[in-house]
């Protein structure tokens, strides 16, 4: 009954692996079914009984279906990406409580390591940690740390990628955990790769420091799996920032504003190499 109330449309059911946890999973889709025809079920976890491995099962679920969630639902592990930034602020003298204010955070529910934040909650602590740092470098930094990351199994199988096609895949098929705000997309014409974003959460005005961080990242995990710096091509929406300067340290020279996408490009050759941890 409650459940039919709700205006979500699409469902990931998660129950235990026995003859119970099955049929209550089978009689809720039916009975919402019954009252809600236009739900969709994209996907269903089946862990051990008593042996549910939180963040594993949750990354199958949002690997399954990336893009049904949305600005307020709760997914985003607090101790990952968003304690990424949090130490970058107070690695440079950023109060917690003024970086917190506002998020419904508070210190102690990153330390417990099983908070979940929405995308509202990290893009206003994405807004609180540019304000208070004032920093060019800011966002470039953070990418440097998002990155294989500390996302278990994904994060591993990022590192031990067979070439960098295989990474930046990964990348996009587990974008909602690995890149839960900008959906990064590969592209692959006869001559070129281009890996391009989307705005998964309505990101605003914090856009263009998601853009430089996800970047930074991607060029960063390139360049850490194949052992070199590679040649990528930028392009970016907004004109040339003030601080472009920034970009010439921590991206490249091959830089394109006022473009009419934001993605990098890279000969697809690259792509293909083995790389040496292979």
Request: glycine share 6%; proline share 5%; with cysteine.
């Amino acid at each position: 009954e409650e459940a039919a109330k709700l205006p979500a449309k699409r469902w990931a059911t998660i129950a235990p692996n026995y003859e119970y946890g099955q049929s209550a999973v089978a009689s809720f889709k039916e009975l919402l079914k019954a009252k809600r025809p236009d739900v969709e079920f994209v996907s269903e976890q089946w862990p051990a009984q008593g042996k549910i491995d939180a963040g594993s099962t949750l990354t199958a679920t949002m690997a399954s279906k990336p893009d049904w969630y949305e600005r307020d639902s709760r997914f985003i592990a607090a101790h990952q990406q968003p304690a990424c930034l949090i130490d970058l602020c107070l690695s440079r003298g950023i109060d917690s409580h003024r970086l917190l204010r506002g998020t419904g955070l508070f210190h102690a529910d990153i330390l417990a390591g099983n908070t979940l934040i929405s995308p509202e909650q990290f893009l206003l602590l994405i807004d609180n940690a540019q304000r208070l740092l004032g920093a060019d470098d800011s966002s470039f930094l953070f990418g440097q740390r998002l990155l294989p990351g500390h996302h278990g199994a994904a994060s591993q199988a990022l590192a031990l990628a067979g070439n960098l096609q295989q990474a930046l895949e990964l990348l996009g098929e587990l974008r909602a955990l690995l890149a839960p705000l900008l959906s990064p997309r590969l592209l692959l014409d006869e001559h070129y790769a281009y890996v391009y974003w989307l705005d998964s959460c309505g990101a605003g005005v914090q856009q263009r420091f998601l853009l430089e961080a996800s970047m930074t990242a991607v060029v960063a995990l390139a360049r850490q799996l194949c052992g070199e710096r590679l040649p990528w091509q930028f392009h970016f929406t907004h004109g040339q920032p003030r601080y472009v300067e920034q970009y010439w340290v921590h991206l490249g020279e091959d830089l394109h504003f006022n473009s009419p996408y934001n993605l990098l490009r890279l000969p697809r050759h690259y792509l293909t190499r083995a790389l040496p941890q292979a």
